[in-house]
């Protein structure tokens, strides 16, 4: 049985749904993924047979690579929202987990590229935990 997963960006242009199962989930700490995210690291889950059906906004996507890196990210060209990539010439699929609305059924894999880690990622099981926004 195949699983499907669907997702879409913040504005809602972009819709997909990806047929298959992922084979890991990374949370990427290097400095790449940390200017991509704009955050402490990454969250991406990899497929090398899963694929993807873009239900809509296909012409609402722009991808961006890194020059002479295989780093690269998709986007929602109005909302800026991060987006699933095809990458390594359609040998991976690369699904940002914050871009998915189904219930994702597994958890991260491993922290990857740890030791690039942003100095203030450390201790934060320790730090207050609010449920909404701060008063």
């Given amino acids: 049985m195949t699983s499907t997963t669907a997702g879409s960006c913040l504005c809602g242009a972009v819709k997909f749904r990806i047929s298959g199962k992922f084979e890991s989930f990374f949370l990427c700490h290097c400095k790449r993924c940390q200017k991509d995210t704009g955050s402490a690291h990454a969250a991406n889950l990899f497929s090398s047979t899963a694929t993807i059906d873009w239900v809509s906004g296909l012409d609402s ?43 994702i059924d597994t958890r991260p894999s491993a922290h990857i590229c740890f030791a690039s880690r942003a100095d203030w990622y450390s201790c934060l099981e320790s730090i207050p935990k609010v449920e909404g926004l701060p008063v």
């Fill in 61 to 103: 996507i722009q991808t961006y690579r890194v020059p002479e890196t295989r780093h690269e990210k998709s986007f929602c060209r109005n909302c800026g929202s991060a987006l699933p990539s095809v990458q390594l010439e359609g040998a991976l699929v690369v699904v940002p987990a914050g871009s998915i609305d189904s219930e």
